[in-house]
């Protein structure tokens, strides 16, 4: 079944840059993975300090093993110091 995930980066004061950059980084390497349907990174426009991740992937096992990457690991060792919160994901399926 396929999977949805939401994720959610809150900056800390200053750290916007470091959380924009950090998305574009894991944008490229995880849209090229198998598994990976889409992946899309955004900022809010009401709050310069919010970012999410929406991405689709064929199954869960399709998103494990993108967990489990060098490229994911990375991302979430920079981004977690730049961020004002745990990090938060969501696995979803779609309503239909």
């Known amino acids: 079944m396929e999977l949805f995930i939401f994720a959610?980066?809150?900056a800390r004061p200053g750290q916007e840059t470091g959380v924009d950059?950090?998305?574009?980084?894991?944008?490229?390497?995880?849209r090229q993975q198998p598994g990976c349907l889409s992946i899309y990174a955004f900022?809010?426009?009401?709050?310069?300090r919010l970012f999410y991740i929406h991405s689709r992937w064929v199954d869960e096992?399709?998103?494990?093993?993108?967990v489990?990457?060098?490229?994911?690991?990375?991302?979430v060792?920079?981004?977690q110091p730049l961020v004002d919160h745990e990090l938060d994901t969501t696995r979803a399926n779609l309503i239909e």
């Open 8 to 10: 959610r980066f809150h």
């Open 21 to 30: 950059a950090a998305l574009r980084k894991v944008i490229s390497p995880t």
């Open 43 to 48: 900022r809010s426009i009401r709050d310069a």
């Open 61 to 66: 096992a399709g998103f494990d093993n993108h």
């Open 68 to 75: 489990g990457q060098a490229h994911t690991k990375q991302f």
């Open 77 to 79: 060792e920079e981004v």
